[in-house]
């Protein structure tokens, strides 16, 4: 495929086709599972903290043990790694979906397996960020980046509405059965790939697990970029949108049952979908200029979700809302990926793992606090207030340097 345009240039690698290709599948599945677990949690307990609660079972060990995952992603063969943590979240879905069926389910096993999810996923993620960069060639970065984004998000897209009809029709199982398909796909894919012996570079391997912990934290304190975008990456992911606040203002301020929630979550998703076609259309050269402008739409588009009471209207601003985030996302992990070296990658994509899939858990603890005090659309408000004030607070702190970055 030598004439593809430039936005298309990782899909001439074989290794990276099959990754985007099982990346969509378990993003598929793993959206499918999201939006059953943010409902059926709620259904059983009918509190927004107890819902938002789940978040913490997530965040607690993506946290603690985000860096240990990193450190060890850069010693072993990574796709190894995958397959391990892959199947390991595949088995604790299918039991989860098996007490459903034989109607043994209760609301803390939801919290047990967002417990086991986290774990795993801070070693998983590392591992993905590490591995699939490294299947494509520097040029095609940006492409590699966005596609990946762009699985997430055509997961994100369709997952939602699959799982709202699963639930409604199928009931509580189905979704966790559907999910254990998506980790399938994940695996058949990390199987097909061939892929070359990984001869760590010597001089850049730490002695010891502590040192590979610590330096992925030391390089980033040493780059004022990458400080200024996983600052915002914390800010956005504790006070952004998060399933369990969409639920919340589904059920209690637009009064819609599971369908609608997956619809919400569908354009939200759409939209996402088409933040990567422009990626992919065009290529970004002033990450840090983009990364400004998109966070301050998110901020006023996210302040306008807040006040609509119509189904229709709030799924038109959350496609909007996912359009600028999918932007947004794909520039901050392109400048985070574009300045570390591979031998670093796994150790720097662990802190980067640690800022974004540690903070978005801990978002819905605190969705759930400040909406079960005063409503999910205020807790929406203040969200809003605070990432536009990080936005332009970290627009005042710039360095001149970075605004051609």
């Given at each position: 495929?030598?004439?593809?345009?430039?936005?298309?240039?990782?899909?001439?690698?074989?290794?990276?086709?099959?990754?985007?290709?099982?990346?969509?599948?378990?993003?598929?599945?793993?959206w499918v599972e999201?939006?059953?677990?943010?409902?059926?949690?709620?259904?059983?307990?009918?509190?927004?903290?107890?819902?938002?609660?789940?978040?913490?079972?997530?965040?607690?060990?993506?946290?603690?043990?985000?860096?240990?995952?990193?450190?060890?992603?850069?010693?072993?063969?990574?796709?190894?790694?995958?397959?391990?943590?892959?199947?390991?979240?595949?088995?604790?879905?299918?039991?989860?979906?098996?007490?459903?069926?034989?109607?043994?389910?209760l609301f803390w096993h939801l919290y047990v397996?967002?417990?086991?999810?986290?774990?795993?996923?801070?070693?998983?993620?590392?591992?993905?960020?590490?591995?699939?960069?490294?299947?494509?060639?520097?040029?095609?970065?940006?492409?590699?980046?966005?596609?990946?984004?762009?699985?997430?998000?055509?997961?994100?897209?369709?997952?939602?509405?699959?799982?709202?009809?699963?639930?409604?029709?199928?009931?509580?199982?189905?979704?966790?059965?559907?999910?254990?398909?998506g980790f399938l796909g994940m695996l058949l894919a990390l199987a097909a790939m061939r892929l070359p012996a990984r001869r760590p570079d010597a001089t850049s391997t730490p002695r010891s697990l502590w040192q590979g912990m610590t330096s992925g934290l030391d390089f980033v304190w040493r780059s004022p970029?990458?400080?200024v975008a996983l600052g915002l990456e914390i800010v956005s992911g504790l006070f952004g949108h998060n399933v369990a606040l969409i639920t919340i203002i589904a059920r209690d301020a637009i009064g819609t049952g599971p369908e609608g929630l997956g619809l919400l979550l569908s354009a939200l998703g759409a939209g996402g979908l088409l933040g990567m076609v422009f990626m992919v259309a065009f290529h970004i050269e002033r990450h840090v200029r983009v990364i400004m402008t998109a966070g301050a739409l998110y901020a006023a588009l996210l302040a306008a979700f807040a006040l609509s009471p119509w189904l229709g209207f709030s799924m038109v601003l959350l496609f909007a809302l996912g359009t600028v985030d999918g932007i947004w996302a794909v520039t901050r992990n392109t400048l985070a990926q574009l300045l570390v070296s591979d031998e670093l990658r796994g150790r720097v994509m662990s802190v980067v793992v640690m800022a974004t899939r540690g903070s978005a858990p801990l978002g819905r603890v605190q969705a759930g606090f400040v909406a079960g005090l005063v409503g999910g659309p205020v807790a929406v408000l203040v969200g809003a207030a605070v990432i536009g004030t990080a936005v332009f607070y970290s627009w005042r702190l710039r360095l001149p340097a970075a605004l051609g970055r």
């Open positions: 495929m030598p004439n593809l345009p430039r936005g298309l240039t990782a899909l001439r690698e074989r290794n990276y086709a099959l990754y985007a290709l099982g990346q969509f599948i378990s993003q598929l599945g793993n999201q939006t059953a677990v943010a409902w059926i949690l709620y259904e059983m307990t009918n509190s927004p903290l107890l819902l938002g609660l789940s978040g913490l079972f997530r965040a607690v060990p993506m946290i603690a043990l985000s860096l240990f995952g990193g450190a060890i992603a850069d010693r072993v063969p990574r796709r190894v790694l995958l397959l391990l943590t892959e199947s390991s979240m595949l088995i604790a879905s299918l039991t989860v979906g098996i007490l459903a069926l034989t109607g043994q389910l397996l967002s417990l086991v999810s986290g774990t795993l996923s801070a070693f998983s993620i590392p591992a993905r960020h590490a591995l699939f960069a490294g299947l494509v060639p520097r040029s095609s970065m940006q492409s590699a980046v966005t596609f990946n984004a762009v699985a997430v998000r055509a997961g994100a897209l369709i997952g939602p509405s699959i799982g709202g009809v699963a639930l409604a029709y199928g009931g509580y199982a189905l979704p966790f059965f559907i999910n254990v398909g970029l990458l400080k």
